[in-house]
């Protein structure tokens, strides 16, 4: 594994990727003297109600999903700066097999939405927890905590064996998933910068690292949330909501419909429950179907996953949990409603 | 990217941040109750990149040799991970749109992309309260279309209303609206009462307005999906609420 200092190769007096050329600083401030001289120009071209329903819905996508981007960034961060490797490996049971469904129930603990869990799940990875278990943790911990959960409970009041449902649904994902990894996963579908860590040298503070490894996955998975907004928000103007709630009705049809809804709509997993509680004219079937999708596979969490474990990773594990997160529902959906 | 730019865009999306939970501006995106974790969001980044600002200005002068030593594996480091280090330009997306587009909250057209009356979807269990007494009562949309549609005891009929909201037309049809939220307004969903009567004809499209006047009693029904008739009696523009959302 090479080994890498970002923070060495990238200080002011370092080597910047075009040396004695443009550097990126000078784009930026080219890139706001242009957008503050187009100002009017920009509002002008925005000023279309299509194009201000997207721009409202991009911000608001990534307004609400930032605070816990930096909640889960911190987490990792601390993971990273004192978490000592190898000791969450010996708390998790030896053998992987058993150690995934462990992970799973691990997510409970971790109260946010999709967007923290990325970032965690990598740096849990850099000290030694194995990839499935990892994985499992990434699928299970936004769907499966206590907020969610609460939040199910109160949109779905009238049909309170949702809740189990969903839990059970969710968790039923991440294990399989898991126990998936475990059996066909390839190690090299990570990309090695996902599993590199930042190279600090000897003696630096705990904090200096901790400050240092959040600030870099803030900033990298940040960038990758901002590009899932950006989808979300093109997809939620361009795809006739209407027309797929109204096809949405009939069993089948509806469990199509709502998956690959609750993929391009991107919602946060602590509002998903309320957007199907109100999509009252579908069964509850499909839309146990849309609350266990959500949280596992969306556009925002696939490109939060490309952008930290790799193109060749996210290409072939979201397709994998979108079937087997539809699968796990319709199951959890045969005992419980 | 270099370590200082993504540090002026950290400090930068954090500024944004901050500045939308202090102008108010937050409510056109988010609930009310996300405002401290927004304004903690971006304390967290700015403060990440002074420390490591900081930081670096004070190891400028110790990393000179090491960066030259250490300028091999840098570089081949460069070549491997170049595709992701482009990721964080897109942080000055958000900056840009909040400090100079600033996005207004949603309205009409967001109403119009679906058929839905979200606010009558959710049946009340334990019945509805009695109203208050008075001449005019002011009421949330959520609830006069809760009501009209599963209150069978006529609570409602020969009560002067007053409701606030927008205006919004599909196909001849004039309505005021507004929409729910239950955490961002990529989650809006429309709760709308049609208009009948005259005053709101020239009333522009997304003009908010308080809206007097009484129900056609047993308007909403499943062939109206739920959407309620109101005859105006009286209707005034008002500005732009600052929570233009109900939840």
Same mark, same amino acid.
């Given at each position: ?130 990839? &499935?278990?990892?994985?499992?943790? #990434?699928?299970?911990?936004? $769907?499966?905590?206590?907020? /969610? @959960? !609460?939040? *199910? +409970? ?66 990298? &998975?940040?960038?990758?949330?901002? #590009?899932?907004?950006?989808? $979300?928000?093109?997809?939620? /103007? @361009? !795809?006739? *909501? +209407? ?87 319709? +199951? ?6 | ?247």
């Amino acid at each position: 594994m090479t080994i890498t200092s970002e923070i060495r190769s990238s200080r002011p007096s370092g080597r910047g990727p075009l040396r004695g050329k443009v550097t990126s600083l000078e784009v930026l401030c080219l890139l706001l003297v242009l957008a503050l001289v187009l100002q009017d120009w920009l509002v002008g071209v925005l000023n279309v109600p299509q194009l201000r329903t997207a721009s409202t819905v991009f911000v608001a996508v990534c307004v609400q999903a930032m605070p816990f981007l930096v909640f889960g960034v911190l987490i990792s961060g601390a993971i990273a700066a004192f978490v000592p490797a190898g000791a969450l490996r010996r708390l998790l049971p030896n053998r992987t097999a058993l150690a995934v469904p462990v992970a799973g129930l691990a997510g409970v603990a971790l109260p946010g939405c999709e967007c923290a869990s990325v970032p965690v799940a990598r740096r849990l990875m850099q000290q030694g927890v194995p990839p &499935a278990v990892a994985l499992s943790f #990434l699928l299970a911990a936004p $769907a499966v905590n206590p907020i /969610v @959960l !609460v939040a *199910t +409970a109160v949109a779905f009041r009238d049909a309170p064996m949702m809740v189990p449902a969903r839990f059970v649904g969710s968790l039923l994902t991440a294990v399989v998933m898991g126990w998936l990894w475990t059996r066909f996963g390839k190690a090299e579908w990570i990309a090695e910068r996902a599993l590199r860590k930042l190279e600090e040298k000897e003696g630096t503070s705990r904090w200096l690292v901790f400050a240092e490894t959040a600030r870099h996955d803030l900033v990298e &998975a940040g960038g990758f949330l901002v #590009l899932g907004g950006v989808f $979300a928000a093109a997809f939620n /103007v @361009l !795809v006739p *909501t +209407a027309w797929l709630e109204a096809l949405g009705t009939q069993v089948v049809f509806g469990v199509i419909v709502m998956a690959l809804l609750a993929v391009i709509l991107a919602l946060c997993s602590e509002a998903d429950a309320f957007v199907a509680v109100s999509m009252s004219a579908l069964p509850l079937l499909p839309r146990l179907v849309f609350l266990v999708v959500g949280p596992a596979v969306d556009v925002k969490l696939f490109a939060l996953q490309a952008g930290t474990f790799g193109r060749r990773f996210a290409s072939r594990f979201a397709p994998a949990t979108f079937f087997v997160a539809i699968a796990s529902a319709l +199951a959890a959906g045969a005992v419980f409603l | 990217m270099r370590r200082e730019t993504q540090n002026i865009l950290l400090i930068l999306l954090g500024g944004a941040l901050l500045k939308l939970s202090f102008t108010d501006m937050y409510l056109r995106y988010v609930k009310a109750g996300l405002q401290p974790l927004l304004i903690a969001a971006g304390a967290v980044m700015i403060l990440l990149a002074v420390i490591a600002i900081a930081r670096d200005l004070k190891g400028a002068k110790d990393t000179e040799d090491t960066a030259h030593a250490g300028g091999h594996a840098a570089d081949s480091h460069d070549a491997h991970g170049h595709k992701a280090s482009r990721s964080p330009w897109m942080l000055l997306l958000p900056v840009l749109a909040v400090f100079l587009i600033s996005p207004p909250a949603l309205g009409a057209d967001t109403v119009n992309r679906s058929d839905r009356n979200a606010a009558q979807e959710t049946k009340k269990g334990n019945g509805f309260a009695a109203l208050p007494a008075g001449d005019v009562l002011p009421m949330s949309l959520t609830e006069f279309v809760t009501r009209t549609a599963w209150d069978d005891s006529g609570s409602l009929d020969d009560r002067t209303v007053k409701l606030t909201g927008f205006v919004v037309r599909k196909n001849d049809a004039t309505y005021v609206a507004r929409l729910a939220i239950s955490c961002c307004a990529a989650d809006a969903s429309p709760i709308k009462v049609r208009m009948t009567g005259s005053g709101f004809e020239a009333m522009p499209t997304d003009q908010w307005v308080e809206v007097t006047g009484k129900v056609v009693p047993g308007s909403a029904t499943k062939d109206t999906a739920y959407v309620p008739t109101f005859t105006v009696s009286d209707i005034a523009p008002i500005a732009t609420p600052t929570d233009t959302y109900e939840s």
